[in-house]
């Protein structure tokens, strides 16, 4: 396997091929933030928070880490003004849905975001597709999914399936940024009206 020699924030790092730029900063012990991201899951690109500046000729373009291939000669900085804005603006907009996170309430001091910049919509969700993502990748259950669309998008246990295996895993829960208390809500509130559920669905 060949190595790939980059650099992240003026430090050389060797990666091994097929490591995202995530991966390769992580292995250097450069921390990037992210949301949406876990080691057991798929590379998803939802949440870019875990966005970095690529130096280019003449430039520069801003990538999502967790899903952009390492490469030999790449020049990163995870950390620029344009970076911090761009990540102070998503962190305020998440913090609109879930401003008691303290994930992201942890975020918002580094980066200086306004919880209340928004109009608070909290619904809790903040779609980074965790729960939904690891129940199908790892679990091979499918027992959670999303209902609706854009603003109005949130989880749903499908009471069919999370009646059976819910209560022997609930490895999904700590994995929330906003609240582990919402997803036990949400599959209680499943299994205790699980036709009401399946209508809002239709
Ligand atoms: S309920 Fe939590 S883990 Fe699931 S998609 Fe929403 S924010 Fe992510
Ligand atoms: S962690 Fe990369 S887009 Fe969410």
């Known amino acids: 396997m060949t190595d790939i ?3 992240i924030d003026g430090k050389d790092v060797v990666a091994a091929e097929g ?4 991966e390769a900063a ?3 012990g ?8 876990h080691d057991q899951l798929q590379p998803y690109g939802g949440c870019r928070l875990c966005i970095v500046e690529l130096e ?6 801003i990538v999502a880490s967790c899903v952009y291939q390492a490469e030999d000669g790449l020049v990163i900085n995870t950390r620029s003004e344009k970076i911090d804005r761009i990540r102070k603006s998503i962190l305020e907009l998440l913090l ?10 942890e975020l918002a001091a580094d980066y200086g975001a306004d919880k209340d910049k928004f109009e608070q919509e909290a619904s809790f969700c903040v779609h980074c597709g965790l729960c939904v993502r690891y129940c199908t990748e790892v679990k091979q259950e499918n027992a959670v999914g999303f209902i609706d669309r854009g603003i109005r998008k949130e989880i749903s246990f499908l009471p069919e399936i999370a009646s059976k295996v819910c209560n022997d895993c609930k490895e999904c829960f700590p994995l929330c940024p906003t609240s582990y208390l919402q997803a036990v809500f949400v599959l209680v509130e499943s299994l205790a009206f699980p036709t ?4 809002e669905r239709e």
Not at 30 to 37: F, G, R, Y
Not at 196 to 199: E, F
């Open 5 to 7: 020699r980059m650099k």
């Open 19 to 22: 490591m995202t730029v995530l």
């Open 26 to 28: 992580h292995s250097a």
């Open 30 to 37: 450069v921390s990037i933030p992210t949301l949406c991201h």
């Open 56 to 61: 280019t000729k003449g430039g520069s373009s």
């Open 96 to 105: 609109a849905h879930a401003p008691d996170s303290p994930q992201l309430q």
């Open 196 to 199: 009401q559920r399946r209508l």
